[in-house]
Structures are given as C-alpha cells and as structure tokens.
T-cell receptor, first 114, second 115 residues
Framework: EPEVTQTPSHQVTQMGQEVILRCVPISNHLYFYWYRQILGQKVEFLVSFYNNEISEKSEIFDDQFSVERPDGSNFTLKIRSTKLEDSAMYFC????????????FGDGTRLSIL | GDSVTQMEGPVTLSEEAFLTINCTYTATGYPSLFWYVQYPGEGLQLLLKATKADDKGSNKGFEATYRKETTSFHLEKGSVQVSDSAVYFCALRDNSGGGADGLTFGKGTHLIIQP
C-alpha cells in the first residue's frame, strides 16, 4: 500500500538555526499538508498546499515557516530561525482531493530544539 | 471555529470488553468525520470515516456513526484486543467550501487493553 514517507525521523537543532523537514507524499495525491503535535497536546494544522501554492494556513504558520515542492516528489517544511517552542512532532499528510477524501499521514519527524 | 471534544484518557479495559470512546464536534458547515489511530512509535493511520449524516464508518471491528442531531461520532468496538492499545484521535474536515481544508483534531484518547 502506498504511503507517505518523512525524513529524518528525529532532528536535533540548536535554537536559531534553520531546519528543513522532508516529505514524499503518495504519488498520485495532489493536496499536501503539514501538522504538528507538541508533546502531550493535540495535533494542530499548520498549512495546506495545492497546485504549487499555499491554499490555507493556520495562525501558527507565521513568517518563520515556509513550504515548498522543489521537485515532482518532495514536499518540504522550512523553519527559518528555530525557537525552543518549535520542539514537536511534525506530520506530513497528503490526499487525492479535499473534503471527503481522507488524508494519509507519514510517521512524523520529531524535532528537538536545544 | 470548528472543534472536536473527546473523552479524556487513559481508558483501561480488559481484553474482550466493549469499547466506547466519545467524540462530539462543533462545525460551521457539514464536516466529514474521521477516526485516526496512533500506535506506539508510529504515525497517524486512518481507522474509519463518515462523510454525511447517518453514515456508519467501520474497519477492523471498529465502527462509528455520524449523528448530526447530537453532533457526535462515538467510536465503538464489541470486543477489544491487546493489540488495540493505542491513541485514538477523532477529527473533522470542513466541507462548507469556505472552511479550512486542514483537519481539526481532538486531544486523543489513550486506550490500554490488559490481557
């Protein structure tokens, strides 16, 4: 069964450094998403991406965040200048279509900011 | 805005017990509803879904019915197994057209099944 893959599984970064989290969505999917889950809290929506542009973003997704689809397979989340509070599990998801079609999630990248 | 409320965990049951995990929602439009499961050390896996009122989603012995009148989507299983131990997330996706395409999740319910 096709799946969403994320790399790395764990990223440790110094505060203030830039970090790029990578995702390979399911190949025939057109809609891509990033979520985060701070330890012990709920999963929160960050951003959705379609047709090479952001279609929706939450208030969490401020100017330090950016997303990109640099080629036909990868989808990346960049955090420009990391803060301690960015420590969380980051999940990538993809779906064939919005609305009723389910989103399929990767296993996540655990980001630890020191 | 949209929100999902789940019963607090952890929920601890014996093997073969009946399971109910409550989920209620508020939404401005007509959402699709989902249950996701997260096994230890893994990502979120779709367990089941329902896209309109009175739909019943089912998978692996779990089922949930979309109840518009009570704005609920409770997860049930008749006889749980140790392998069902995981965190279960209720989620909605707004289909009203103007709403966010991102999923709104509940806080998750940690289920522990004892042999």
């Amino acid at each position: 069964e096709p799946e969403v893959t994320q790399t790395p599984s764990h990223q440790v970064t110094q505060m203030g450094q830039e970090v790029i989290l990578r995702c390979v969505p399911i190949s025939n999917h057109l809609y891509f998403y990033w979520y985060r889950q701070i330890l012990g809290q709920k999963v929160e929506f960050l951003v959705s991406f379609y047709n090479n542009e952001i279609s929706e973003k939450s208030e969490i997704f401020d100017d330090q965040f950016s997303v990109e689809r640099p080629d036909g397979s990868n989808f990346t989340l960049k955090i420009r200048s990391t803060k301690l509070e960015d420590s969380a599990m980051y999940f990538c998801a993809s779906s064939e279509a919005p609305g009723v079609q389910p989103q399929h999630f990767g296993d996540g990248t655990r980001l630890s900011i020191l | 805005g949209d929100s999902v409320t789940q019963m607090e965990g952890p929920v601890t049951l014996s093997e073969e017990a009946f399971l109910t995990i409550n989920c209620t929602y508020t939404a401005t439009g007509y959402p699709s509803l989902f249950w996701y499961v997260q096994y230890p050390g893994e990502g979120l896996q779709l367990l089941l879904k329902a896209t309109k009122a009175d739909d019943k989603g089912s998978n692996k012995g779990f089922e949930a019915t979309y109840r518009k009148e009570t704005t609920s989507f409770h997860l049930e299983k008749g006889s749980v197994q140790v392998s069902d131990s995981a965190v279960y997330f209720c989620a909605l996706r707004d289909n009203s057209g103007g709403g966010a395409d991102g999923l709104t999740f509940g806080k998750g319910t940690h289920l522990i099944i004892q042999p």
